[in-house]
């Protein structure tokens, strides 16, 4: 399982790049590379904007898409290829741990990814998609199709990805970072 790190926002609301956020005593980038890694992602590349600087990790990748948003990162990462799956966290969802993503694998199986859902919501920037999602996720790019939340609808719909029901009492720890309040 390849681990991806969702981090080319522009952090407007928060006023600075949310991957730098000190979260603890590290990064917001460094916290979620540590969480894919104990998730038992086999590399972990972290996702950036093309116009971004790089961040102190040996595996950063850029968007080859401006402008496009969470799927253009994830585009990147499924372009590396040879891991079945794409674990992929933002960068602002501090609560999610390892545990997150050992609950979802288990409802893998092959060219299946896994999405968890809440009340009328998806959480497809803490999901893990499969690899042969690259094609459709490259096609919607060139369209300007830029929801994530729509591409796992839309694989889900089409028996490439289940949608399960996030676990009672975790729906709190999917908040994101927006605002440095």
């Known amino acids: 399982m390849l681990g991806v790190v969702l981090a080319g926002g522009q952090g407007r609301r928060m006023g600075r790049d949310k991957a730098e956020v000190v979260a603890g005593l590290d990064p917001l980038w460094r916290r979620q590379v540590r969480v894919l890694r104990a998730a038992g992602a086999e590399r972990v590349v972290v996702a950036r904007r093309r ?31 040879g891991f079945g799956w794409a674990a992929v966290l933002a960068v602002d969802m501090p609560g999610i741990d390892p545990a997150w993503f050992l609950w979802l694998r288990g409802f893998l199986s092959p060219g299946r990814g896994v999405v968890a859902g809440h009340a009328s919501s998806l959480e497809p920037l803490a999901a893990i998609y499969p690899e042969q999602a690259f094609a459709e996720v490259e096609g919607r790019l060139r369209r300007g199709e830029l929801s994530v939340r729509r591409l796992a609808l839309d694989l889900a719909a089409a028996g490439r990805m289940t949608v399960v029901r996030v676990p009672e009492g975790y729906a709190a720890r999917l908040e994101s970072l927006n605002a440095p309040a």
């Open 51 to 81: 116009d971004q600087a790089p961040i102190d990790h040996a595996d950063c990748v850029f968007d080859a898409f401006a402008d496009s948003g969470p799927l253009a990162g994830l585009h990147a990462a499924l372009s590396k290829g």
